[in-house]
Structures are given as structure tokens and as C-alpha cells.
């Protein structure tokens, strides 16, 4: 029977079963489409690399001796268009069967069943062979529970997979060691360059502009840092686990305006694009700390296999078990609109310069940037969470909207109502003081909330309290911070809302 096979650009998966033999009646299919480049904007960091991505399979395919047709997006006979490059093939290869992976997003399940639903042949969707999890196993987890709390299904997955345990009890004695992953970093140890690949880019960005595709975000042309093949991302693995990941935990939370990496792996796009799976990478990281126990600290490797096994499996949960509501989400009815400052980085405030501008030169930010200063600043300023949603789904390597979504409307705007977050992450401009060496830098100053020269986190902080304590009364993690708002004297909250006002009528003057 003859088969067609489509692979989407986020299944880089060389492992899957699917390629472990050849079959001359096997048609693999992979297609650089305008559908996937303009349903948001992209940052021209994440086309290049997807395409390079996608191209580099697709050599490793023909390598290993399968049959593949492959579009690129300049290609004058690429229909641009999931439904049409199927229906396509099928009839010019007399295909018998469709199958696929399933996909990660919602968008693509429902086009890819809408297409199976009318094709004339056979066709069958199998698992993408990539997460510990299947989709529903997180709603199955806590069927029955109020709250879905990722601590909780992170033991489950440690027991389950046996990671970091002995027996039944987790080594150390400890399931979690966050209280020791938070320190600031005050240059004590030095921190190795990220690893760049320098890859020359010329050619393809040359396509995406022949192709009109619209994008934002800077690259350097002759030196594209992130890995496009599997090999390039076992480098990044094992550069991680040799430089990095003896101070990975300390530091997690750490932002620094002359180390835009410091210890994260930027193994992100990697996993996502699934050129690396998250259990070769965690097996990689604790065998590695297993040989050397001497130098890394057991607080280093549990906060990493977090991340993954726990965070990176719970959000893809949540996204399953919420879908398709879920992108409808606005709990706060929060409506205003980003700033311009989000696709310059000119703004005065250097800990969101830094943030921005470092993810539009890097298509990178890591987690605390994107949480507690990008993130705070909107939901601070009360921006449409769709705004956000699409702006974080555009500018970073990563975004996939499987995990962009819960991530930023959900953990980080709030918009979900708590189900992933107990309390809203938000901050005045101390937290970024005592994480960070920003605020020394700052035309703004931290510890003042209103005059012209007031860090704008401040006022808009107890603003955004005042705003929302309605909503917040009932909220227990919330009463600390709501009884400080209410010891404010009424005449000094007024010269704050004051601010803060002003602040969000014209955020591209601050
Ligand atoms: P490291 O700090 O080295 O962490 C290791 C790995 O852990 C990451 O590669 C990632 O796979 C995983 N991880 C860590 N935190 C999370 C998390 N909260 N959710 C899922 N996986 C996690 N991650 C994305 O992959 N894509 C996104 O679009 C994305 N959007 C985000 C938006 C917001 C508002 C926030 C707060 C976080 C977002 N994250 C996203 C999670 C996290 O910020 C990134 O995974 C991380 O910064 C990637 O850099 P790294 O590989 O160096 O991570
Ligand atoms: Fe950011 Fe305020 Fe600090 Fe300036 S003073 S860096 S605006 S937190």
C-alpha cells in the first residue's frame, strides 16, 4: 500500500519509530508553507531556524534512504497550504493511505482532522514519540481536583520514571530544592560563552524575503548562533552539561545586563523542534552529574530535570485538558494595547531595554525575563492578553503555541483565572532589584513610587492591586500584599493611581 507520511516542522523527530526502516511505498512529506510563517509574526530568527531545521531532516531522511518530497517555500509549485500540499500529493504519488504525527497545536489537530475528513483514502494519526506524557495524561492525573498543582505531578513524574529516586524516596532526601535557586549573580563565577554555531544564513533569509514573508527581530547574517541539525543540538547538550550546569540552579532565577544566557541551556528550540527528546536530555544531564558528583551539587541537576519533567510536561498537559477556551481566557478584562517600545527596545526603563532588546537581537530571553519583567510590565499595565500572547508567540526561538500559551496568558498574565498560577506573578521594582543589577543602571529610580523620576513598577503595582482587589479579596496567597495596599494613605494611593495612570496612557514616554 502506498503511504504518505507528513511531518510538520516541529517533528524533527529522527528517532521516531517511523524511520527505522526504509520502504520504497513510503512517501515522506515536509513543506516550508505561508500558512505556518504568517499566522503570527515571526522574529526571522525562528523561520530561519525552523527552515534550517526542517531542511537539514529532510537531508538526514535522503541520507538514511527514505523517500521525501520537500517544498521550499520559494519553490513555484508549493501550494502554501497544509490542505492543498496533501490533497496534492496524494493524487500525484497515488496515495493510499495518510498518516501523521499528531500535532502539538490545536490549530493544526483541527485543519489536520478537517483534512482527514475529506480525503477519499485511509488516514491515521500516531504520537509524536516525543514527551513522557500523552495529552491527556495530566487531566487524568487530577481528575477530581480543584487545583492542579505542578509540584504534585512533578513527584508523580519523578516516581513514575524513576528520575532522581531511590526507591520510593528522592535522592537528597528533598523532592525540590527551589528555596537554593535564588541567588543573584554578581559576576563570582564566571559564565562561558553561549555555544554559537556562526552558521552563514545569507542564502535563506534571501528566500524569506523573495517569499514577502513579513518578520521582525534582528540577525547577525554570518553568524547564526542556534543549532539547526541533531548534531549541532547533542553539541549544545553536551556544552550544557560540561560549562554550564554546575551553576545552573543557583542562578535560574538571576538576570544580569551583561549576560543575557548566564547558566540556562538555550535548549529550548532543540527540544521543541524535537531534534532532541526531553528524556535523552535529562538522562544526558543525571548521568553526567552522576560522574561527577565532585563538582555539581544534587540542587543544580533537580532544578534542570524540573524544568523538563515537570514544568515542560505540565504545561503541554494544562494546554490539552484547556483547549480551545483557554485562548479565549481574560479574567482580569484587561484591553489596553503594547507599547511600541516592544518592537524597538527604546525605552528608559532598563530592565525591559534589556529584556527587549535582547529578544529581538537573540529571538532569546530566559525564564525570570520573561516572567517578571516582561510579563509583570503588561500585566501591570493591563494589556489584551491576545496582544501578549501574540507578541511572545512571534519573538522567541521557543514559541510554539502549545507552550507559549499557558506560559504567558496563563502563568504569567493570569488571565486563566489560576489555573496554572495560585496568585499573580507581579512585582513593584524591588523584586527586579534583588535579582538583578538593572536598577543601578536605571534612569528611573527603584525605591521611589511617584515624582518623575519613579520606577514606574512601583506606582503601577499598587495600582494594579487597587484595581483588581475585588477580584482578589477571596484569594488567600493574596491577603499579605492587599492588607499592605490597604495600610497606604489614601491621599499617597491617589498620587500613585495617579502615576500609574499616566504611566499606561503614554508607555512609549517612560
Ligand atoms: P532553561 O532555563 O535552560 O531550562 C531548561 C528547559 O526547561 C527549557 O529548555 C524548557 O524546555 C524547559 N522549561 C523551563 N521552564 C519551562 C516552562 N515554564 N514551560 C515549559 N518548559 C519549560 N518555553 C518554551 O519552550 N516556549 C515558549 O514559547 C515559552 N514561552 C514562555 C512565556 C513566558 C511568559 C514564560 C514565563 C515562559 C515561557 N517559556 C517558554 C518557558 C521558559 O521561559 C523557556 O522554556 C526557557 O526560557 C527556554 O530557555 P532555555 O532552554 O535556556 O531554558
Ligand atoms: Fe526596572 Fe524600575 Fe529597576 Fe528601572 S528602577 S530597572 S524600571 S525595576
Redesign the pocket.
Given at each position: 500500500m502506498k503511504k504518505l507520511r507528513l511531518i510538520l516542522g516541529d517533528q524533527l523527530n529522527i528517532q521516531h519509530s517511523w524511520f527505522q526502516k526504509t520502504d520504497e511505498n513510503t512517501l515522506y512529506l515536509i513543506a516550508e508553507m505561508q500558512q505556518e510563517t504568517n499566522y503570527v509574526k515571526h522574529h526571522i530568527q525562528k523561520i530561519v531556524a525552523f527552515f534550517m531545521a526542517m531542511r537539514n531532516f529532510h537531508l538526514s531522511l535522503k541520507k538514511a534512504g527514505h523517500q521525501v518530497v520537500y517544498f521550499e517555500i520559494t519553490d513555484t509549485n508549493n501550494p502554501q497550504n497544509l490542505e492543498k500540499i496533501i490533497t496534492d500529493c496524494i493524487e500525484n504519488y497515488k496515495i493510499e493511505k495518510f498518516e501523521y504525527q499528531l500535532p502539538d497545536e490545536y490549530r493544526l489537530d483541527k485543519q489536520l482532522k478537517s483534512i482527514c475528513s475529506q480525503i477519499k483514502i485511509e488516514s491515521e494519526g500516531v504520537d509524536s514519540e516525543h514527551f513522557y506524557t500523552k495529552r491527556e495524561e495530566l487531566s487524568t492525573f487530577f481528575e477530581g481536583k480543584k487545583l492542579l498543582l505542578m509540584e504534585n505531578f512533578y513527584r508523580n513524574m519523578r516516581k513514575k520514571h524513576h528520575i532522581l529516586m531511590d526507591g520510593s524516596t528522592p535522592i537528597g532526601n528533598q523532592w525540590n530544592f527551589d528555596a537554593d535557586n535564588r541567588k543573584k549573580y554578581k559576576g563570582e563565577v564566571p559564565v562561558p560563552a553561549e555555544k554559537n554555531f556562526h552558521t552563514n544564513v545569507a542564502k535563506i533569509i534571501a528566500q524569506i524575503k523573495s517569499a514577502n514573508i513579513v518578520t521582525f527581530g534582528n540577525i547577525d547574517v554570518e553568524n547564526f548562533s542556534w543549532p539547526s541539525s541533531r548534531e549541532q543540538c547533542l553539541e549544545v547538550l553536551d556544552y550544557?552539561c560540561r560549562n554550564?550546569l554546575r551553576h545552573?540552579g543557583d542562578y535560574?532565577d538571576a538576570m544580569h545586563t551583561d549576560e543575557k544566557?548566564l547558566?540556562?541551556?538555550?535548549?529550548?528550540?532543540?527540544?521543541?523542534s524535537k531534534m532532541l527528546s526531553?528524556k535523552e536530555?535529562i538522562d544526558t544531564v543525571v548521568s553526567y552529574y552522576n560522574a561527577h558528583k565532585e563538582t555539581i551539587t544534587l540542587s543544580q541537576v533537580e532544578g534542570?530535570v524540573r524544568?523538563?519533567l515537570g514544568?515542560?510536561e505540565?504545561?503541554?498537559g494544562i494546554y490539552w485538558k484547556e483547549m480551545p477556551d483557554y485562548a479565549q481566557m481574560n479574567v482580569l478584562n484587561n484591553t489596553n494595547k503594547l507599547p511600541d517600545f516592544f518592537w524597538t527596545g527604546n525605552t528608559k526603563m532598563n530592565c525591559m531595554k534589556h529584556a527587549i532588546q535582547q529578544s529581538l537581537d537573540e529571538a532569546?530571553?530566559?525564564?525570570?525575563?520573561?516572567?517578571?519583567v516582561?510579563?509583570n510590565f503588561t500585566l501591570l499595565t493591563q494589556i489584551h492578553p491576545d496582544e501578549?500572547d501574540n507578541w511572545?508567540?512571534g519573538v522567541?526561538i521557543?514559541?510554539?503555541?502549545w507552550?507559549?500559551?499557558?506560559?504567558?496568558r496563563g502563568?504569567?498574565?493570569y488571565a486563566d483565572g489560576g489555573i496554572i498560577a495560585t496568585k499573580p506573578?507581579v512585582s513593584s521594582g524591588s523584586y527586579i532589584n534583588k535579582m538583578s543589577n538593572n536598577c543601578a543602571k536605571c534612569f528611573y529610580n527603584v525605591k521611589e513610587k511617584f515624582g518623575d523620576k519613579a520606577c514606574p513598577f512601583n506606582s503601577l503595582y499598587w495600582n494594579f492591586l487597587d484595581e483588581k482587589k475585588e477580584y482578589f479579596q477571596k484569594n488567600q496567597r493574596m491577603g499579605m500584599m492587599l492588607n499592605l495596599l490597604n495600610k497606604i494613605k489614601p491621599e499617597d494611593l491617589c498620587q500613585i493611581k495617579l502615576k500609574a495612570n499616566s504611566i499606561i496612557q503614554n508607555m512609549d514616554d517612560y
Open positions: 550544557f554550564l545552573f535560574e544566557f547558566f540556562h541551556s538555550r535548549l529550548s528550540f532543540a527540544m521543541n526531553p536530555v534542570f524544568q523538563i514544568w515542560r505540565y504545561i503541554r532569546y530571553a530566559h525564564h525570570i525575563q520573561r516572567l517578571m516582561i510579563g501578549v511572545y508567540l522567541y521557543d514559541a510554539i503555541e507552550v507559549e500559551m499557558p506560559n504567558t502563568m504569567s498574565q506573578y
